[in-house]
Structures are given as structure tokens and as C-alpha cells.
């Protein structure tokens, strides 16, 4: 864990909106990753910018 910084999503929640959104889990599977890791970086990105 570090603090003041985003390391990733809770899946389990990500795949239960895409579920919710109609969205097949095999492709919630697919996209999830690259989704995940550009917005995990463009959050802390924003996070550095805000704090510094």
C-alpha cells in the first residue's frame, strides 16, 4: 500500500458494473487491464500535480 497513491481498482466491483451495464464479462476481462493501468497512472499523475 502506498499512501497517497492509487495502485488499482477493486475488480470485483468493476466486472459487477460492467455486469450491471450489460457488458459480457469476457470482454469486461479484455478491457479491464488497459483500462485500469491508464487510469490508475493518469490518477496519480493528477494526485502529484494537485499535491506538488
Known amino acids: 500500500m502506498l499512501p497517497g497513491a492509487v495502485v488499482g481498482w477493486d475488480m470485483s466491483a468493476a ?3 460492467g455486469d450491471a451495464l450489460g457488458i459480457s464479462p469476457l470482454v469486461m476481462a479484455e478491457l479491464l ?3 485500469e493501468a491508464v487510469m ?3 490518477l496519480n499523475e493528477q494526485m502529484d500535480h494537485t499535491n506538488g
Open 33 to 35: 487491464p488497459v483500462i
Open 15 to 17: 466486472l459487477a458494473l
Open 40 to 42: 490508475v497512472t493518469k
